[in-house]
């Protein structure tokens, strides 16, 4: 922790990547000269964080997600165990591309969770407070606090900033939250008519 934050010996780092204070990095991740890394976040054992990744505060990236160029994770994002983005649309072996022209950008929102063995396709937004349900495949973009599951991934409910189900109401029995409807997807009801 001697620079602010903990890399495992096992894992690597290359010079002129950004990685914030008190942010852990286990066994054999490798982050990439080019990624920049926030405060308090946990990056799980064999994680790949690519050139031009962006990771907000207080993530946590679990065991084997890779995190290509592209991919833009904004504060308290969680990426379950073996998630994974894309970042080409229509990947050919024979003929590549690499570079940022052929990179599709994948933003996901503050607070959204990606459910282990979800698969993000590329060039599609991730609603801040969403939840992607485990083995989810995403094809399309998801509003703020939507809860997507199957193949291919369709709304099943709404979520609160909490994690807890929103009820038919928009209102979270756990927390107390009152949500309503706003061009993203949803927005706490006090908010709604900024």
């Given at each position: 922790?001697?620079?602010g934050?903990?890399?495992?010996?096992?894992?690597?780092?290359?010079?002129?990547a950004q990685?914030?204070k008190?942010?852990?990095?286990?066994?054999?991740t490798?982050v990439?000269a080019?990624?920049?890394?926030?405060?308090?976040c946990?990056i799980?054992q064999?994680?790949f964080v690519?050139?031009g990744?962006?990771?907000g505060n207080?993530?946590k990236?679990?065991?084997n997600?890779s995190?290509?160029?592209g991919?833009?994770?904004?504060d308290?994002?969680?990426?379950?165990?073996?998630?994974?983005f894309?970042?080409?649309?229509r990947?050919r072996?024979k003929?590549?591309?690499r570079?940022s022209?052929?990179?599709?950008?994948?933003?996901?929102?503050?607070g959204?969770s990606?459910?282990?063995?979800?698969?993000?396709v590329?060039?599609?937004?991730?609603?801040?407070?969403?939840?992607?349900?485990?083995g989810s495949?995403?094809?399309k973009?998801?509003?703020?606090h939507?809860?997507?599951m199957?193949?291919p991934?369709?709304q099943k409910?709404?979520?609160?900033?909490?994690g807890a189900?929103?009820?038919?109401?928009?209102?979270?029995?756990?927390?107390g939250r009152?949500y309503?409807?706003?061009a993203?997807?949803l927005?706490?009801?006090e908010?709604a008519t900024?």
């Amino acid at each position: 922790m001697e620079n602010g934050f903990f890399v495992h010996p096992t894992a690597c780092v290359d010079d002129g990547a950004q990685i914030g204070k008190d942010t852990k990095i286990w066994h054999y991740t490798h982050v990439s000269a080019g990624a920049k890394i926030g405060e308090g976040c946990t990056i799980g054992q064999n994680v790949f964080v690519a050139d031009g990744v962006t990771v907000g505060n207080h993530c946590k990236i679990q065991n084997n997600v890779s995190l290509y160029e592209g991919v833009e994770l904004g504060d308290y994002v969680f990426c379950g165990p073996s998630m994974v983005f894309t970042n080409v649309p229509r990947p050919r072996c024979k003929y590549p591309q690499r570079g940022s022209q052929f990179y599709k950008p994948t933003p996901v929102g503050e607070g959204a969770s990606i459910g282990a063995n979800a698969t993000v396709v590329c060039g599609h937004r991730i609603g801040k407070n969403a939840f992607i349900a485990a083995g989810s495949v995403v094809t399309k973009d998801v509003p703020d606090h939507a809860v997507m599951m199957g193949v291919p991934a369709r709304q099943k409910g709404w979520a609160c900033e909490c994690g807890a189900p929103l009820d038919e109401n928009l209102h979270c029995a756990k927390c107390g939250r009152q949500y309503a409807p706003c061009a993203e997807g949803l927005r706490e009801k006090e908010d709604a008519t900024k």
